[in-house]
């Protein structure tokens, strides 16, 4: 009985395998399962904050570049200190874009820069800020001016040119161009200080001052508004008028569409003329009196 008890006693091998040291007995073990996640979610929070940022970056470059400008009115000035075919002319800009630019020059589409090297200081225009550029420039008489102008600028990001158009009905380059290349041909005929008889809501009676500058008579055979949301009716037309005269030229002005006259920059004539050598058509930019009777008789009709 005492054989047979001692063989029930378990035979004790010891541990099976290649004992352990010290130095590796973390080692040896599986890696936790929680390691890995944790790895695995470290991996992911610097690749989302490393794309967020790189987005961000490139939203920023993009509004730093972004550039909107709108072309407000042109004045135009001839004569000393400028050279017989030069003018020079008066942009007004509104930056409408988000950042702070710098603009550099101006080229005009229908004209040739003669700025001097260099050209002027850079002008600043801050968001929702209109600024005035002034360019010299000659008459281009093979190109007849769309009205568009190319701007360079310079932003948070560099320098960089865009286009800028002009307005419905807005016809001051037209006339500054005209200036340049039709003076030669005898028009002569300039529209001067108006002035406004009666106004309200059925319409505003305005004088315009008709003068033949040029050396021979003319006839003055139709005129019409250009002005965007206004309608103009005159005396009876032709009108003839000798070298160097003025004849007073009735019109009716009416509002005919309120939303194109709240947007209207300047008031505007177009004048088709005849003379012994031409039939041609001039545009002629009407004085602040005249654009302020003309938002004064858009306010009667369109804000009552």
Known sequence: MEADDERTVPLELGTVGPASTDDDGESAGPTPRWR?????????????????????????????????????????????????????????????????????????????????????????????????????VEADCTTRPPGTLQVHVRTGSGRQSVVVTGQPGDDQLIWAWQGGCESDSGTGVFIGDTRTVSSDASGAHIVLPVTNGADEPLTVTAMETTTPGFAMTTDPLPIDVEAGQTVQVETLWTVTDCEGAARFAEATVAVNIRNESMDTRVSQPLGNPTLIELVRLAVRVCET
């Open 36 to 136: 890995l996640w944790a790895g695995l979610g470290a991996a992911l929070v610097v690749g989302a904050v490393v794309g967020i940022v790189a987005n961000n970056a490139r939203n920023d470059a993009a509004e730093y570049a972004e550039v909107d400008l709108v072309r407000g009115t042109v004045d135009v000035e001839y004569g000393s200190p400028l050279s017989s075919d030069a003018q020079r002319l008066y942009i007004n800009l509104i930056n409408t874009g988000p950042r702070e630019l710098e603009i550099l020059s101006i080229d005009v589409d229908g004209f040739r820069s003669v700025d001097a090297e260099g050209g002027d200081d850079p002008v600043t225009a801050a968001p929702g800020e209109w600024v005035r550029v002034e360019t010299t």
